[in-house]
């Protein structure tokens, strides 16, 4: 069994930047893809950002440029730097692990951006 636990959310001017980080607990192995979705009240859920364990990254349209995922394998924890935050990306954002077919998902930590 996998636990992960975020940590990093808030309250942002626009503009303004996080980041967000997720440490995972238990039999976390490699290979394996995280990732970071979000959830805004009314909308449906989005994936943010997804890093393989083969190195392959994406990265929805609208982050492109703004965000960055990066991965400690070592300390089994990945993050989400959010730069030249808006307030369109306010939302829920939870973070998501896959080893093999198991999928695992973060409780997700608020993110607001707001003047």
């Known amino acids: 069994q996998v636990h992960l636990v975020e940590s990093g959310g808030g309250l942002v001017q626009p503009g303004g930047s996080l980041k967000l980080s997720c440490s995972a607990s238990g039999s976390v192995y490699s290979p394996s893809t995280m990732g970071w979705w979000r959830q805004a009240p009314g909308k449906q859920r989005e994936l943010v950002a997804l890093h393989t364990g083969g190195g392959t990254i994406n990265y929805l349209d609208s982050v492109k440029g703004r965000f960055t995922i990066s991965r400690d394998n070592a300390k089994n924890t990945f993050y989400l730097q959010m730069n030249a935050l808006k307030p369109e990306d306010t939302a829920v954002y939870s973070c998501?692990?896959?080893?093999?077919?198991?999928?695992?998902w973060g409780q997700g930590t608020q993110v607001t951006v707001s003047s």
């Open positions: 998501y692990l896959r080893i093999g077919s198991a999928q695992y």
